[in-house]
């Protein structure tokens, strides 16, 4: 049998990250979780393996055919995770009587959805999940709100090239209910059919809904609601829990001076346990980005999955593949220069041994170093300095021991100090 090359691409829709890339996922880790932890949120985890059945349950129709299932060896049929609210839920009901509400968690971990690989989204993603459980109230929706804002702001985002549409699930119902009268199997169609409200060109959306079921009348009206905005909901109050709330949502973000949030009656989310409000941002400062930067809502019944009483919840999830595509298309990304302070060369083989002695020094120090581990020539040590971008580079000879000194010098200005470790250590923690 013939030997096979073996390609050298990763599987279909997951991705390789090099050094650099890494730089610029930490970087984006990094803001999420420092800001959750600015508002008191707690990092937890769960495994990267469920029964397939937790996501069935409750996500809908098009979550459970993009599973990555199989069944194990002892006849369970498993799923890789594809989201993260379920097993959220599944943590809080297994100890929900020994837990102290509101909860305020957060998680950064990596998912897996088979569905066709295209710009903003792979098979392979990380995500933020951000959630607060056991808050009733339109402030756990306006404390998100805040945090995502802040995590803007962290990111230097330019506040027109961004925007959060807001909506509500009880107001979707209100229309489906008391404005069209829909029959049951009707509702889900015309769900799915305003989700993709604004992926379809106006004519293709009106024959559409004539195709689902909905007569002339009908999808005049449904054109009318998608065109509400926040004075429509005005006349609804006290008829719909979801205008309500949704009023009440903008007057208090409005008294905290929150920008960049609208209300936007075509926002549905797909997955089936969302019950109260639903949020998704997009970039709007182009077109390189068409696809929603993240979503979310309440989901005040998924708990009852595993037979226990409701529990208010409110969260979203924050995808790593849109956000580094739109903090790039604003060249909001860092420098991706290495995290290594001092580059100590390696004069020659004779001298390994007191190079790697200041090496050590300097790590005790906590300054990151990297130490060339061969006699090569000076020129090629300095240009692999310069590649990575060290700033400080240290020379050691027979003169420089003689002297009980190093040679020091920055690679940014050129300036160069004949000093003590001692004094070079304090010299590169001045900068």
Do not use: H
Not at 48 to 77: H, P
Not at 294 to 319: M, N, Q, S, T, V
């Amino acid at each position: 049998m013939k030997n096979t090359k073996l390609t050298t691409a990763p599987y279909k829709g997951t991705r390789d990250t090099y050094p650099k890339d890494m730089m610029i996922r930490n970087y984006i880790f990094d803001t999420w979780s420092r800001v959750a932890k600015r508002f008191g949120y707690e990092e937890y985890d769960t495994p990267l393996i469920e029964s397939a059945q937790l996501y069935r349950a409750k996500s809908g129709e098009e979550l459970s055919n993009q599973l990555y299932n199989f069944t194990d060896k002892g006849g369970r049929e498993i799923s890789l995770r594809p989201e993260m609210t379920p097993s959220l839920a599944r943590m809080v009901a297994a100890k929900k009587n020994e837990l102290q509400l509101p909860l305020r968690w957060f998680n950064i971990g990596k998912f897996y959805r088979y569905e066709k690989p295209q710009r903003g989204r792979r098979r392979e993603f990380f995500q933020l999940n951000i959630d607060i459980l056991g808050i009733s109230t339109i402030d756990a929706e306006l404390e998100i709100i805040q945090y995502v804002m802040e995590v803007m702001s962290e990111f230097n985002a330019p506040k027109d090239t961004f925007e959060l549409r807001i909506n509500n699930r009880y107001l979707l119902d209100y229309l489906f209910t008391e404005i069209l009268e829909l029959s049951e199997e009707l509702v889900p169609q015309l769900a799915r059919a305003i989700d993709n409200f604004s992926k379809m060109e106006l004519s293709d959306f009106k024959e559409y809904l004539i195709e689902i079921g909905l007569d002339n009348e009908q999808v005049e009206k449904v054109l009318d609601f998608l065109s509400w905005d926040l004075s429509m909901l005005e006349t609804l109050k006290g008829k719909s829990d979801g205008a309500d709330q949704l009023l009440e949502l903008f007057e208090k973000a409005k008294n905290l001076d929150i920008t960049n949030i609208v209300f936007s009656p075509s926002i549905m989310r797909g997955l089936d346990y969302y019950t109260g409000t639903v949020i998704e941002m997009f970039d709007i400062g182009g077109d390189k980005n068409p696809r929603a930067m993240f979503g979310g809502g309440r989901y005040d019944d998924l708990l009852a999955i595993f037979g226990e009483e409701k529990l208010p919840a409110f969260g979203l999830g924050w995808g790593d593949i849109i956000m580094t595509d739109y903090l790039s298309t604003y060249n909001l990304l860092p420098d991706t220069k290495s995290n290594t302070k001092v580059y100590v060369t390696l004069m020659n083989e004779s001298l390994l041994s007191e190079s790697a002695k200041l090496t050590q020094e300097l790590r005790k120090s906590d300054i990151n170093t990297l130490m060339c581990l061969e006699p090569i020539k000076l020129n090629k040590q300095l240009q692999q300095s310069n590649r990575k971008g060290i700033r400080w580079v240290i020379f050691i000879g027979e003169d420089e021991i003689k002297q009980n000194k190093v040679q020091l010098k920055n690679m940014n200005s050129g300036e160069s100090f004949l000093i003590t470790v001692s004094e070079s250590i304090q010299k590169i923690k001045e900068i």
